[in-house]
């Protein structure tokens, strides 16, 4: 059970390039999200996807568009790459979302350190 | 908006101290509040949640505490070991969606041999 998954763990861009960031989560959970995290910033969310088949906006989401392409995965894309792209990213999972109680604890992924040139 | 503030920033204690991380938020309708843990280069581990119809929390040395009417949550941790170093966060729910959460900034912990 290896819970939440993410590649690559590292990767280095130059501006206008485009890339994606795989999630995966074994654990059966409807509900995904994807976080970056700034120095002075905290944790912000980018996007979240309830349950397969929907996505919402989140915090910052600008720059930014995701897939969850089936129950399991939830990827996270870059169209155009910029300087203020350069973050951590943390993929996320919960049973539920909401007002679920316990059901939406988050659990995080060991995160991709993106640094766009 | 929902607003979450950690203090402090940072704490040094000697090992064996038992100690309190408090976190407060803004908007009291919140559902649960979580804590996580943080080590450097690493993501975030969760130790605990309260639902808001908790008071407190409890696993091994841990213990959360959340009071809604005065928006603040603890975390006492007892007996303080080096291996309990580490960035602390709390997060509660966003205002107006349950869903998305609203961290604190963290309070670095180091524990001293």
């Known amino acids: 059970n290896a819970g939440v998954t993410q590649t690559p763990k590292f990767q280095v861009l130059k501006t206008g390039q485009s890339m994606t960031l795989q999630c995966a989560q074994d654990m059966n959970h409807n509900s995904m999200y994807w976080y970056r995290q700034d120095p002075g910033m905290g944790l912000r969310l980018i996007y979240y996807?309830?349950?397969?088949?929907?996505?919402d906006k989140g915090e910052v989401p600008n720059g930014y568009n995701v897939s969850r392409l089936n129950k399991r995965e939830f990827s996270l894309r870059l169209e155009s790459a910029a300087p203020s792209q350069t973050s951590v990213y943390f993929c996320?999972?919960?049973?539920?979302?909401?007002?679920?109680?316990?059901?939406?604890?988050?659990?995080f992924g060991p995160g991709t350190r993106l640094t766009v040139l | 908006k929902q607003e979450v503030t950690q203090i402090p920033a940072a704490l040094s204690v000697p090992e064996g101290e038992n100690l309190v991380l408090n976190c407060s938020f803004t908007?009291?309708?919140?559902?649960?509040l979580q804590w996580f843990r943080q080590d450097p280069g690493k993501g975030l581990t969760s130790l605990l949640l309260?639902?808001?119809?908790?008071r407190e929390q409890t696993s091994g040395r841990l213990n959360a505490s959340l009071d809604k009417s005065s928006g603040r949550s603890t975390l006492y941790i007892a007996a303080s070991q080096p291996g309990d170093s580490a960035t602390y966060l709390c997060a509660a729910p966003s205002s107006g969606s349950a869903r998305q959460l609203t961290f604190g900034s963290g309070t670095q912990l180091t524990v001293l041999p």
């Open positions: 908007d009291s309708a919140i559902y649960n």
């Open positions: 309260i639902q808001s119809s908790q």
């Open positions: 996807s309830a349950s397969e088949g929907t996505t």
């Open positions: 996320a999972s919960s049973l539920l979302g909401g007002t679920s109680g316990r059901m939406n604890e988050q659990f």
